[in-house]
């Protein structure tokens, strides 16, 4: 069954504090692998996509990586303004269709 | 633009009433998503279009309908509504199933309660 896994559930950080956010994905084949960000009361809203392993996307203290199993979204020295949950999605071959994980609600702490 | 607007942005239904909430965006996308957002878990699919007059189903369709007359708009009709459909709703478009062009842009939601 196409699943895809995204930890921890939560993260609380302090402003500056670096670290990364997982994502990992079991998909007969991968047709893109999405970021959004979400705000309270909000749609997610695009970051970034992925499609094969080895790239790499950047924005601004964001950067996202892929490998053949999972993806990583790196948060370089994070501002309270990053502050949103942060959601991963899969494109499955073949179809139109996306499978989301459930999210990392990211804190950061002024 | 405008981008995807859905409306309303929060609605309380009783038990089998029904209702039809409305989505409509103005870029020209011929690809079309609902969504519902339940606490702690993912995005589940309910339904989606690739175009004007054609419609699937996704993970849940069970007890929405949904029809696609026109590139703008795609209305998600609940028919009898039940708690179990408490939930939070969004629309979504894409301008192409092309993987390498493809993003999702979101609507703001709307909030059902069925009580």
């Known amino acids: 069954e196409d699943q895809v896994t995204q930890s921890p559930e939560a993260l609380r950080l302090q402003e500056g504090e670096s670290s990364s956010l997982n994502c990992s994905y079991t998909v007969s084949g991968l047709r893109g692998l999405f970021w959004y960000r979400q705000d309270p009361g909000k749609g997610p809203e695009f970051l970034f996509t992925?499609?094969?392993a080895g790239e790499e996307k950047e924005k601004e203290r964001l950067k996202a990586t892929l490998t053949k199993k999972e993806s990583f979204l790196h948060i370089t020295a994070p501002k309270p303004e990053d502050s949103a949950t942060y959601l991963c999605?899969?494109?499955?071959?073949?179809?139109?269709?996306?499978?989301f994980g459930t999210g990392t609600r990211l804190k950061v702490l002024a | 633009n405008a981008g995807v607007t859905q409306t309303p942005k929060f609605r309380i239904l009783k038990i089998g009433q029904s209702m039809t909430l409305q989505c409509t965006q103005d870029m020209n996308h011929n690809y079309m998503y609902w969504y519902r957002q339940d606490p702690g878990m993912g995005l589940k699919l309910i339904y989606y279009?690739?175009?004007?007059?054609?419609?699937d189903k996704g993970e849940v369709p069970n007890g929405y309908n949904v029809s696609r007359s026109t590139t703008e708009d795609f209305p998600l009709r609940l028919e009898l509504a039940a708690p179990s459909q408490t939930s939070v709703y969004f629309c979504a478009s894409s301008l192409t199933g092309t993987a390498r062009r493809e993003k999702l842009f979101f609507g703001s939601g709307t909030q059902l309660s069925v009580l």
């Open positions: 992925l499609y094969s």
């Open positions: 279009s690739v175009g004007a007059g054609i419609t």
């Open positions: 999605a899969v494109g499955t071959p073949g179809t139109y269709k996306y499978i």
